[in-house]
């Protein structure tokens, strides 16, 4: 795994120079249950294709964004800061 | 220039390889083979067979026609005993009938029957000895470049020049000692190649790596080049170069035909003449047979009479029968007659070094008017040129005759039997023969034999030879040292800011993560480790101590949200801390498992200083900024680790020595338990948290790290008439085990919620919302499964940190601190056990020094349990 990841801030960098934040996904209501939260916590959508993703930029401007990756190629399609997706 | 070959003093000229040397010196063996130890001599000459390997100065399968002499250099032939010439195991070759082709799987059928026959295998099969203590130097760098070219003959030079007119950077890879290719060998060519190389050499914008190959080109056009010092030994660079456009301009390389006893001594690739002659001189031998179709065998023969080398005769491959020698090729028999001969000059088929291009994820494919795999599909920003897409490459067909010694792979020793016998054996898919003969899975990497197996297998199944397809190509190819990969050892390692002041005090280091703190002081004294620890624990005790803990993690949290934020992260409420307050800090994940804890002092209205753990921070950092994206929350959180420095000073005489260094009101009305000021200590900006991880009156001061040195000199200055002692990590986790204070990731692990620690006061479950509230709710409602429970020694005896906790003879927990308490006079810890025996005074059994030990359950501090000392 050697993919290029292109932080909003700093252009574009080795994906050895993040960490991985695991998929971006919505958490449960404040009232939601137990079971809810522990599916939150302990499960994955593990897609095949294309997903949205926490990535923290460790070595470099030491910010969280999100990218859409192909988890099958590992083309990223877009990277944006949180709350800023375009289009 | 001399070097040592086994017992002979070899002389060398300039420039000279040492298979260069060697050969010229009459050295005509060169290896010894994987399995049948059959002779083997100078092939290719180019790095690209098995043939040549060697051991030099202690590294083992040093590629010997790639590696320059250097002066005293000691160089020895491997896998043969006594010599390479007079090799015993040689013998093995009589027995090649008991060794059919997946002679493993079908003989060693039992583990038994492989542990009995491994040390022999191992013995007489194989390469060469690694020998742990040979000296090497690896490194690993990174380079960019806009357009990488990989070749350094014709078509790679023209390829940088044309990128380099673009005005794009160009670093242009090549294995061997200079440019030039095959130009620097194939003299028709002409002239032409000294201008060429002046430009690229001129062109500002082309930077030259040479003796380097490329071994890998992997995801997002990262390249792996392996760079070689040619002038030092086993000196290797591991670049690791990231290319927007790689140009594949490898070259295509000559291979072996296929005849009985091709692989005798002296039987060489008329490229590896070429090269002999060339590039050092050396003739390869005095009356040679050229077998080659008709015009590569011309141009072979000119060049070799031209130097004065006798061509005996030029044979066509069709007619060859074989080859005749024994140590060393002797003649040759074909339809037409047989000569005598010194050396078998081959034209063998030119296969496109492609790998590279598969590897990125191109396409190759068979090309029946080439007679070669060709890229056909290029990935993006990947191109072929040259030899390597196929411009010049014509190849006749080349007859593929079945023998027991027509050898396909050099390698591991396969023959064209071997690969028709596993054929019939039903291994007939390329894909499962490789596999199963082991051909192409040598060092050579089936450079040498690719193109003869596939060949093998599509005239035996009756496929064609693009149905018959390829091996896949992975990286690396060419093989890489494992030691180039490691690459140097280099780790990093943080020092406080104080660390030279505890050298000078004789501070025994141990290791914390990337940290290096003091685990006791010496004093550089002979006293024991023990005694050292005592005598601080009683300074802490009695009189006073002083220990760095600029380690913690130290995070500055500014803006008007900031308070919203640590509510909503932390267990406990922090926007309603009034500024000049400190509260312990505990964070859960949503699950409501402990993950760190620390302290969070409010300095001002929007002002918070958050210490987490000191393995934490990085984590905690992150999990704070995680928790902020997309709130638009008025917080700028600024990591102050290690612009700070901190030391913790504690022990009842703590404010008699703090006096003396500062203005600041210390007394317990005015400076109670819990609180933090601003304040200059000897003249330095500090700030203040009257806080008690060890449980005496103390305070942990924080200031810039540059004048932190300064800070810990004066204090142990003024606290010298007061008796005060620097104490290091070991002091103060008996310290604090006494105060059953807990450490995160010691006494709990990646299952432990507050409730089970007795830390349900640090959790706040009427805050509207915060990470963890719905499970921290459900488990406060719950009887918990577990609880960590002190425990005091009734016998002798100190249990280790993990030891069992034993409850009716069935295991119900585990130690997790224990020490002994000068406190208690006895050995004190932290254990979990089922939460039925968490009752103050209930029995347990701990297992010590290998024996059941009784011990009582308190859940009371084992020191100062109300809390009385600290507050003073």
Not at chain 2, 241 to 249: D, F, N, T, Y
Request: net charge neutral; glycine share 10%; with cysteine.
């Amino acid at each position: 795994m050697s993919f290029l990841l292109p932080c909003p801030n700093c252009g574009k960098r080795s994906v050895y120079e993040f960490r991985f934040g695991g998929e971006v996904k919505p958490g449960p209501a404040a009232n939601a249950s137990p079971r809810e939260w522990q599916d939150h916590r302990f499960n994955r959508v593990n897609a095949a294709g294309i997903q949205t993703e926490w990535w923290f930029h460790r070595s470099g401007c030491r910010q969280w964004l999100e990218a859409v990756r192909n988890t099958v190629s590992n083309e990223v399609l877009e990277t944006f800061l949180p709350g800023e997706k375009r289009g | 220039m001399k070097f040592r070959f086994h017992e002979r003093v070899v002389e060398a000229q300039p420039g000279d390889t040492i298979a260069a040397a060697l050969y010229r010196n009459g050295q005509r063996v060169f290896s010894r083979s994987f399995k049948y130890h059959r002779p083997r001599g100078l092939l290719c000459v180019s790095g690209r067979c098995p043939n040549c390997l060697m051991n030099v100065d202690g590294v083992p399968n040093v590629r010997t026609c790639m590696t320059p002499v250097r002066d005293g250099m000691k160089v020895k032939g491997q896998n043969a005993y006594p010599s390479l010439d007079t090799d015993f195991l040689s013998i093995t070759q009589r027995f090649d009938w008991l060794m059919p082709v997946g002679w493993y799987y079908k003989t060693l059928t039992h583990p038994a029957l492989w542990h009995a026959a491994e040390p022999v295998i191992r013995k007489v099969a194989g390469l060469g000895e690694i020998l742990p203590s040979a000296p090497t130097h690896y490194e690993h760098t990174w380079m960019h470049a806009d357009t990488a070219v990989i070749g350094g003959g014709w078509a790679g030079m023209q390829a940088a020049l044309a990128a380099a007119e673009r005005g794009e950077g160009v670093i242009l890879i090549d294995d061997q000692p200079t440019l030039g290719g095959q130009l620097r060998y194939r003299r028709r060519i002409g002239p032409i190649q000294d201008d060429i190389i002046h430009r690229v050499r001129a062109a500002g914008n082309i930077r030259i790596l040479e003796n380097s190959y490329c071994f890998g080109l992997y995801e997002g056009n990262l390249l792996g080049v392996l760079q070689r010092d040619p002038h030092a030994a086993a000196a290797e660079r591991l670049v690791h170069l990231r290319a927007g456009h790689a140009i594949v301009a490898t070259g295509a390389y000559e291979t072996p035909l296929l005849f009985p006893n091709n692989d005798l001594v002296c039987v060489m690739l008329s490229t590896g003449v070429l090269k002999l002659l060339h590039l050092y001189g050396v003739q390869a031998g005095k009356r040679a047979v050229v077998v080659g179709a008709p015009a590569p065998a011309s141009e072979v023969s000119v060049e070799l009479r031209s130097r004065g080398i006798e061509v005996v005769t030029v044979v066509h491959p069709d007619a060859v029968l074989r080859a005749s020698g024994s140590s060393k090729v002797d003649g040759i028999q074909t339809r037409t007659g047989s000569f005598s001969c010194d050396l078998i000059v081959m034209c063998g088929p030119r296969v496109p070094d492609t790998g590279l291009v598969a590897q990125a994820g191109g396409k190759i494919e068979w090309s029946a008017a080439a007679g070669a795999f060709l890229p056909t599909i290029l990935p993006p920003h990947v191109s072929a040129v040259g030899d390597a897409a196929g411009e010049t490459v014509v190849n006749p067909g080349v007859p593929l005759p079945k023998s027991k010694r027509a050898f396909v792979c050099l390698c591991s020793d396969v023959s064209s039997a071997d690969l028709c016998d596993g054929i019939a054996e039903g291994f007939d898919q390329i894909e499962t023969l490789k596999r199963y003969t082991t051909a192409t899975m040598g060092p050579c990497q089936g450079r040498m034999c690719q193109l003869s197996a596939i060949g093998v297998c599509a005239s035996q199944t009756g496929r064609s030879i693009a149905d018959t397809g390829m091996t896949t190509s992975r990286p690396p190819n060419p093989g890489v040292t494992l030691g180039a990969l490691a690459g140097p050892k280099h780790h990093p390692l943080r020092r406080t800011p104080m660390h030279y002041a505890h050298e000078s005090l004789g501070a025994f280091w141990m290791d914390m993560g990337d940290w290096q703190r003091p685990r006791y002081y010496t004093h550089h004294s002979t006293r024991s480790e023990t005694e050292c620890i005592l005598h601080e624990y009683r300074a802490v005790r009695e009189a006073v101590g002083l220990i760095d803990v600029s380690t913690l993690g130290k995070l500055d949290l500014r803006g008007s949200d900031s308070g919203r934020l640590l509510d909503n992260v932390y267990t406990h409420r922090f926007s309603d801390l009034r500024p000049g307050r400190v509260r312990y800090a505990l964070m859960c994940d949503e699950g409501g498992v402990i993950l760190d804890d620390g302290t969070i002092s409010r300095l001002g209205e929007d002002r918070y200083f958050v210490t987490t753990t000191s393995g934490n921070l990085d984590f905690v950092q992150q999990w704070l900024e995680w928790h902020l994206t997309g709130t638009g929350w008025d917080v700028h959180i600024t990591n102050l680790t290690a612009g700070y420095g901190a030391m913790n000073l504690a022990g009842p005489k703590s404010r008699d020595i703090l006096r003396k260094l500062t203005d600041c009101d210390l007394n317990s009305g005015n400076f109670p338990y819990m609180d933090c000021r601003e304040a200059k200590v000897s003249g330095i900006p500090a700030i203040l948290l009257r806080i008690g991880f060890v449980g005496e009156t103390g305070w942990e001061i924080h200031c810039a790290a540059d004048s932190a040195e300064e800070l810990w000199r004066a204090i142990l200055d003024a606290g010298h008439e007061f008796g005060i002692r620097p104490f290091g990590v070991e002091a103060q986790r008996l310290l604090r085990l006494e105060k059953r204070h807990i450490i995160v990731g010691v006494d709990t692990d990646a299952l432990t919620n507050p409730y089970e620690v007795d830390m349900g006061w640090a959790v706040k479950l009427e805050k509207k919302d915060f990470v963890g509230k719905t499970c921290l709710t459900q488990a406060a409602g719950d009887r918990a499964r577990e609880h960590l429970v002190g425990f005091v020694m009734q016998g002798p005896g100190l249990p280790q940190d993990g030891a069992a906790v034993v409850v009716d003879g069935q295991p119900a927990g585990r130690v997790t601190s224990s020490r002994y308490s000068p406190a208690q006079l006895a050995g004190v810890g932290l254990a979990w056990v089922k939460s039925l025996k968490a009752q103050e005074g209930t029995l347990i059994d701990v297992r010590a020094n290998g024996e059941l030990v009784k011990a009582k359950v308190t859940m009371k501090p084992f020191y100062d349990p109300e809390g009385i000392r600290l507050r003073q």
